[in-house]
């Protein structure tokens, strides 16, 4: 199992960027598919990116597609979210998750890091 420790949330103001970052420990990491999904206040948990184990493979929810980019170091561990043009909606919790290959199921969570976008 893989253990997910995400960091680089916080206040922005509307039109600026901010990187997240998910750090992962166990030997899975680099053959594990990575994503990323955000919960806003009343609302649902909802899928944002997603990537295959090498980065051949990247979705994006329509919401944050030109906006958004992940990516992943295997060598570190770390899958990044680069989030330009931020938005209030998008604010939320963002969380990390892993699936043991693309299109699994994400079974491992980290704690989330949050985000606000003040307009």
């Known amino acids: 199992q893989v253990q997910l420790v995400e960091s680089g949330g916080g206040l922005v103001q509307a039109g600026g960027s901010l990187r997240l970052s998910c750090a992962a420990s166990?030997?899975?990491?680099?053959?594990?598919?990575m994503g990323w999904f955000r919960q806003a206040p009343g609302k649902e948990r909802e899928f944002v990116a997603a990537i295959n184990w090498d980065g051949g493979t990247i979705r994006y929810a329509d919401s944050v597609k030109g906006r958004f980019t992940i990516s992943r170091d295997n060598a570190k561990n770390t899958v990044y979210l680069q989030m330009n043009s931020l938005k209030p909606e998008d604010t939320a919790v963002y969380y990390c998750a892993a699936a043991k290959s693309w299109g699994s199921v994400f079974g491992s969570w980290g704690q989330g890091t949050q985000v606000t976008v003040s307009s």
């Open positions: 166990g030997r899975t990491f680099s053959s594990s598919a």
